[in-house]
Every structure is written in C-alpha cells, then in structure tokens.
C-alpha cells in the first residue's frame, strides 16, 4: 500500500497557498516540523498570498485625557497599483470597564486582550474579537492585583504583578484552555513596572525608559537584566520596541532603529536606514512579514492636529548584521495634539 500523500509531496505553489491560510498563531508550531516550513513561513511569497487575502492587520489606540481612538491598518479590498493599498481607518471600540482607565493591551492571533490593574488591584480581563468588534468578558485571574508588566509567550499571556503582600507573583493566561494558572515566582523582587514590555526568547522584558530591561524566564522564574544603549532617553512612548522573528528592536531619535545581537550581547545600529525621520513618538509592529514603523509628525500641521505617518521596513540578516530596505512614507492620517500614541498590535486571522 502506497504511503498517504504528505505536504512535501505538492508542488510548492499549492504548499504556500495552504500554508498562507493556516492562523499566525500556529506557524511558531509549524516553523518546528522542519527547515523547509520555516523558511517558507518566513518567505516574501507567504506574506504576498496573505495580503491578497487580508489576513493581517493593526490596531493602533492613541490615548486623550478622557478617552481613547482606535484605528485599523488593513489592506484595500482592490489592490489598484495607483492607489494606496493599505487603510487607515477609525473605528469605534469602547472598553467596557469604565473604572480601568489605560489596561494592558495585548493580541494573540485575532484576539486582543484588556487586563486591569494597572492603577488599582483588579482580576478583571476583557477580550476583543478584531473579527467582529465585539468584547466579552474572560475568566477573571486568581486574584485581585496591580499590573506591572504583560507579555506573550506563545498561546499564554503572562501577568507581572503584586499582591496584598507586595511580593511580585505571575500568573499566566492560556488562550488555547481559556485558563488562567500560577507561573513561576520571579527571583528578582524588585521593579518590574515597565514602560514598554516585550518577549524574547520564552522571556517577559519589561524595559525602562532610563535604566536596563528586567527579563523574566516564563520556564522556571529566573531572572536577568539586558543593558539598554546608553546615551539618550529612549522612546516617549510605549510602542517604540518590538521583536520581530525573535530579534529586539528599539528606535532611538539619535541612533535610528538598532538591533540586540543576543549571541554578542551588545547593540546594533540596523544598516541603510540612515534617511529615517528623527522622530521621538514612534511605534513598531509586524505586517506581512515587514515592520510597519508609525511616526507622529506636527510640524507645518495647522489647527488643532497631528499627522500619522508610516514606512515598512523590510529586515534581513547579512553578514554584516541586519539591513533594513524602506519604502516611501504613507501619510495614514491625522488624531487630535493633545493625544498620545499608546498601542500597536500585530493581529492576524
């Protein structure tokens, strides 16, 4: 009996066309199978096949004193070359929970997570479909508490926080189980509130505008401190570091965006971005395989307004490091002066 038909048996058109429609979510399960399906889940042509399916988008929050805007980042429908092919566009999404005012935000595959407790001890979290628009309320965590830092590893979203005690425990919430369970407590006890948190290498890093990050290693709560490039106040907000295929991106006014060579432990400046906007209020995310990088820009804007710019950035390894190819500046939009860009989510479907 002939053995059943495998992935590798196909041409490698039709391999793509159904890799491109598995969920994001999975491809860090997929890119293990073997080298051939990491590489092509990495490839210029899986990310094509998606954008013509518009799989992938952001969600981009700019944060008022009384309220907050919410925008998408999609692909048009009609990909018309003389047009622009990605949309930004308002969309109305009110948070639920009036007493939280400014959660933690983080999105696994389609689903965008809300955690409380960022000024007063809560359990509360709220989840939003990107699909439909629509929240619902999740399993609240084992107990009431503040929220230091939150970070993704996987299918789990692990909660940095302390308790009556003020001692610093973790909690980890299962997207898959729709559970939430204890996770190892972290040796390190000291100041894990965070100006922008990121995860690298199975490891929460809650990063610090004036000093170093403090990662923590989901596996079993050891702790170690990552030295942050020196010399200059590091972004204003919390979108201006992201890791993309497990590489730390920071954006500095004054270096442009550099890179963590985690095998040299030092900072890379990235190659061939010399011409990027020197900007200070900046945000990062993936899309379509590129770093969308976002950018506020005030001057010669009259009235009451400020306009929201991107470029995406292609990322590749050389010998050299990490060079970086840039595409023309996209005027997005504008939002209000007085609001601040607050998030960027990667989701994809």
Same mark, same amino acid.
């Given at each position: 009996?002939?053995?059943?038909?495998?992935?590798?048996?196909?041409?490698?058109?039709?391999?793509?066309?159904?890799?491109?429609?598995?969920?994001?979510?999975?491809?860090?399960?997929?890119?293990?199978?073997?080298?051939?399906?990491?590489?092509?889940?990495?490839?210029?042509?899986?990310?094509?096949?998606?954008?013509?399916?518009?799989?992938?988008?952001?969600?981009?929050?700019?944060?008022?004193?009384?309220?907050?805007?919410?925008?998408?980042?999609?692909?048009?429908?009609?990909?018309?070359?003389?047009?622009?092919?990605?949309?930004?566009?308002?969309?109305?999404?009110?948070?639920?929970?009036?007493?939280?005012?400014?959660?933690?935000?983080?999105?696994?595959?389609?689903?965008?997570?809300?955690?409380?407790?960022?000024?007063?001890?809560?359990?509360?979290?709220?989840?939003?479909?990107?699909?439909?628009?629509?929240?619902?309320?999740?399993?609240?965590?084992?107990?009431?508490?503040?929220?230091?830092?939150?970070?993704?590893?996987?299918?789990?979203?692990?909660?940095?926080?302390?308790?009556?005690?003020?001692?610093?425990? =973790?909690? /980890?919430?299962?997207?898959?189980?729709?559970?939430?369970? @204890? &996770?190892?407590?972290? +040796? %390190?006890?000291?100041?894990? *509130?965070?100006?922008?948190?990121?995860?690298?290498?199975?490891?929460?890093?809650?990063?610090?505008?004036?000093?170093?990050?403090?990662?923590?290693?989901?596996?079993?709560?050891?702790?170690?401190?990552?030295?942050?490039?020196?010399?200059?106040?590091?972004?204003?907000?919390?979108?201006?570091?992201?890791?993309?295929?497990?590489?730390?991106?920071?954006?500095?006014?004054?270096?442009?965006?550099?890179?963590?060579?985690?095998?040299?432990?030092?900072?890379?400046?990235?190659?061939?971005?010399?011409?990027?906007?020197? =900007?200070? /209020?900046?945000?990062?995310?993936?899309?379509?395989?590129? @770093? &969308?990088?976002?950018? +506020? %820009?005030?001057?010669?804007? *009259?009235?009451?307004?400020?306009?929201?710019?991107?470029?995406?950035?292609?990322?590749?390894?050389?010998?050299?490091?990490?060079?970086?190819?840039?595409?023309?500046?996209?005027?997005?939009?504008?939002?209000?002066?007085?609001?601040?860009?607050?998030?960027?989510?990667?989701?994809?479907?």
């Amino acid at each position: 009996m002939p053995p059943p038909p495998s992935l590798s048996s196909l041409p490698i058109e039709i391999v793509l066309e159904i890799l491109a429609r598995v969920p994001k979510r999975f491809h860090p399960t997929l890119s293990c199978v073997s080298k051939t399906f990491r590489r092509l889940l990495r490839s210029p042509e899986i990310h094509k096949i998606r954008s013509l399916l518009r799989r992938d988008s952001l969600f981009i929050c700019f944060v008022g004193k009384t309220d907050a805007q919410w925008f998408t980042l999609r692909r048009a429908e009609n990909n018309n070359p003389t047009t622009e092919k990605n949309h930004f566009v308002s969309i109305d999404l009110a948070f639920p929970c009036q007493t939280e005012k400014e959660p933690s935000v983080v999105a696994i595959g389609a689903e965008i997570f809300f955690i409380c407790g960022s000024f007063y001890p809560s359990s509360a979290m709220w989840v939003l479909d990107s699909r439909t628009g629509t929240f619902r309320r999740g399993p609240s965590s084992r107990a009431a508490r503040l929220c230091k830092s939150v970070g993704v590893v996987g299918s789990k979203v692990y909660v940095i926080g302390s308790y009556r005690d003020d001692e610093i425990h =973790v909690e /980890s919430f299962d997207a898959r189980t729709n559970t939430w369970e @204890l &996770a190892p407590v972290p +040796e %390190d006890q000291g100041w894990w *509130s965070s100006d922008a948190t990121v995860s690298l290498n199975r490891k929460v890093c809650a990063l610090h505008f004036s000093s170093d990050a403090n990662c923590y290693d989901t596996r079993d709560g050891s702790c170690e401190r990552l030295g942050l490039p020196k010399g200059e106040r590091l972004w204003r907000s919390r979108t201006g570091a992201y890791v993309m295929n497990n590489v730390l991106y920071v954006y500095y006014a004054r270096f442009g965006l550099m890179w963590y060579d985690s095998e040299m432990r030092l900072w890379r400046v990235v190659n061939g971005l010399s011409h990027l906007n020197k =900007v200070r /209020s900046v945000a990062m995310a993936e899309y379509y395989g590129k @770093l &969308a990088f976002l950018w +506020e %820009d005030e001057v010669g804007v *009259s009235g009451g307004t400020k306009e929201v710019w991107c470029r995406m950035i292609a990322l590749e390894r050389s010998e050299e490091g990490v060079d970086g190819i840039a595409e023309a500046s996209q005027l997005l939009g504008s939002v209000p002066r007085g609001y601040i860009l607050r998030h960027c989510l990667s989701v994809s479907d």
